[in-house]
């Protein structure tokens, strides 16, 4: 990874930590947006670490609009993730890069929208994650699905470096409400 990657990383992560110590309703205000994103009958979303906004109150509004919802799970560290049936309260257990996860009985779905957590998002659909792939790995293999960043607005930057491997998201759904990007399947 470039220095000047890593910089960004280490920049943006000081800054969403900012974010969400400066607004803790911010996810509930999120989830107020979630009738605007696109149709899906199974939506992944994913358990916040860190600072990283927190999906539980979307995981709710969700449910409660019927969609079916899923969690991502890394089985190996160098493949695309699976999903896993999952709905809130539902007992979770540590996948192998250690993010709570469905337990392995839970029945390996296929979303129709995946909502990611990230660093750094540009109105080109750019996508700063946490370098370790997963994501990008995930949507590589699953060209059909929407790719919606779930991000604090202010995380937000003009314009990112992409590289070969960096898969553009179609929108981002944050406090602020839901932007799609335009970005065709």
Known sequence: MSQ???????AARALRKRLAESDPLASRRAAD?????????IVALYRAMGSE???????????????RLCLPVVVQRDAPMQFRAWAPGEPLELDAAGCP??????EVVDPDLILTPLLAFDRFGGRLGQGG????RTFAERPDALRI????AGQGVERL????????LHGVLTEAGYRDFGISH
């Open 101 to 106: 996860a469905p337990l392995p009985l839970a």
């Open 149 to 152: 960043g779930f991000a604090y």
């Open 161 to 168: 470096t992409l590289e070969d491997h960096d898969v553009r």
């Open 53 to 67: 906004l927190d999906a539980d109150a979307l995981a709710m509004t969700l449910e409660a609009e019927g969609r």
């Open 4 to 10: 000047d990657k890593h910089e960004r990383r280490s």
């Open 133 to 136: 792939g997963y994501y990008d």
């Open 33 to 41: 947006h979630a009738r605007d994103l696109p149709p899906a009958r």
